[in-house]
């Protein structure tokens, strides 16, 4: 891989040109500003790699960017975003969020953590590599979605009806990080998510406060009902729940022991003096990547302007999302939770499910684990640290495990990239080390 | 009374215009707008009458107007507010409210009913009575503050400090109105309430909900800590407090008997198939009356915006209002409510009193209710329907109960008057009848 590495520092200055010009190009699906543009760029890229393109149409949405190169026994899934989020609160960026700037060692821009340095790096890995050891050793299919931003809507039916074009031996996920303490990670799955609504309903116009005397409150049945889904003791108490949470094998322990975990310095960074139940060391992290949450993300009824209004509110509404485990999965949960509800007569209770995603997770020992742990090794001269599970949720489910594709996922980012925030950045140094273990990754899954 | 009501007809068109002089006047307490020259207004037209009167300055507030004129035994005190709610929303009104107009029998402005048309028809009794019946009987004093809709947060300590100037044997509180059948109404109290904030505070800023595993989440405080306040049967569960909750004594039951309850009006009216409770008849009334409350007005957490946000709020805020019976004092709620979280373990929880008003009544023997009943009956030509106590609340304990002196209330409102909203009237019929009625009471308590 020299003469990989001595390319990759040739061609730097070109390489983040590049990344400039992806950077330059707003893409907000939220705001629906210049996804095609975008696609069109990613398209240009992938040609100039010789790549096959197709921009795959789904319904009402930016369409997916697929394309296939190489050839060899592996088939290598890349899965990324052209789209971003938008970059919102302008105030607070130092620099443009279109403006791509370098500053002390970091390129600042919308989207550089949060997809597009990372999908640049694969494409930039590719060509570095047909460059000097020449034709790649497996074949490589990208799928490059625009819309993960607002929750991949069609990911999942795109992935169903091209399970056969899809088909791969493994997966690179989208993004990754080294951790506060500057060791890669390598992550093998993450939690599923139910995201809903309760809302109770009371007269049909709010009333003075005067007549809770005789008319019902909504905002007292909503909390009576949340108050029969979890224990002070941060049990979730839905019936049957718990039943379907897998506990981790005892090689995901193993694994779990393996990782560092700061905690004190989380808490510091929290502000809070201890985590729940008082946990600490493996207990704790054992509970974050292994318990499911069932969490109040929004909770709203009535006056909640400065100062005091009596008034008697006529609806009240929580956010809850429950995040989920190997086993639990987004439609049960609503089945389960609106059993519960009826069996104590909250039948009044609407549930209104906002979106779901499953769980997902690669075994341990599956090739593209192992090549993307010697491939960190190899790059990164230390021990990767391997997440059996990662704590928040993505679209990964239906476009790798449903179709028997396990993933890992490892990225360009570090611990202060600011995803999703203002100043977004990348390091130059962690960027073009990425660029290195995709070339790597590569090599080494070819020849597992 | 011939001369009177004579009297009254004859000067009819004066006495709407110096109505819609009133009314044309903003004087918006939660704005600062024209509170000056409405006093001055009111101060012209009691000065008119041959009162002696005084602006007494509060703090940082609109001054108290106190007038007195006429003698005799007796001595009524009338209390009233020359400030107004603000007019918002504007595009719901059908005229500028402050462009008094007449519509089919009825005068719009904003305040006519709340209190500037009580206010005036008071003043007119007393100018139609002193031109026809010679020398008023008794002595009157008038207690006319400006800030009634901010919560009259001066009342309390003008009422305590002026306690020997404001000695007076009953007192004709702001206004009142005709029920949903045309009968007039008397009230002889309310209730009282306690206004308060809870709040739960965690992590030192939001967080994203994949945390919500290892990290605590005050919504979820909030929700645990409000389900021990009160039960699914709408059993206040606050420890110690229905103790000191006053049941109606026989009198007051009898009161109660007899007034006409229009509950399937009511329901239907709210939208709502049932009272809390399945109540109905004399028990509904009963709990609406001489039940306290304890009224989730507002709640808040994290993110209430449309779709979904996966956020771990850090703060949490619940808005509680308390309604008060007799004995149950706003301080006392405070305490006991202090003291029922602490006792659970929900110290974290913070009570944050917002404002606070005791509850009055005056005993129906007294003569003031006596000589109400009497006018009310001789006026309207039916029974007044009369209420021991209002399950709203209002400043009316310092003034009077706090003095030891009887209150009652009573005015020129109709079901309809849209108080605090827009197209607020009163019906140019009930407001003749109103000032009538303050002639004959005048007659009648100082004969009592």
Redesign the interface.
Known sequence: MNRFNAYVEANAERFIEELKEFCRQPSIVAQGIGLEEMGQLVRARLEKLGAEVRLMPVDDGPPVIYAELGRGQRTLLLYNHYDVQPPDPLDLWDSGPFDPRIREGKFYARGVADNKGDLLARLQAIEAYQATLGELPLKIKCVFEGEEEA?SPHLASFAAEHAELLAADGCLWETGHKDESERPTIALGL?G?M?LELRAH????D???????????P??R???A??TL?D?DDNILVDGFMDHAAEPTAAEMEMLAAIPFEEEKMRAN???PH??RG?TGLE?LK???Y?P?C??????????GE???????NT??A?L?F?LVPNLEPDLVVNLLRQHLDKR?FSDIEVVP??GLHSAKAPPDAPIVKAAIVAAQAVYGQEPVVYPL????GPMYPLTQALGIPAVAAGVGHPGSNLHAPNENVRLEDYFQGIRFVGELIRRFAAS
Chains 1, 2 share one sequence.
């Open positions: 929750g939690k998510i995201y009371g007269a049909k116009s009333l003075h406060s005067s007549l809770a005397t005789i008319v019902p409150n905002a007292w909503l909390v009576w949340l108050s979890k002070e929290f502000g809070i985590f729940i946990l704790a509970k974050h990547l318990e949450t969490t109040i993300c929004g909770l709203k009824a009535g006056y909640i100062g005091g209004k009596t008034v008697l509110p009240a509404m956010k999302d995040r007569g906002i979106s990662m704590a928040s949720s």
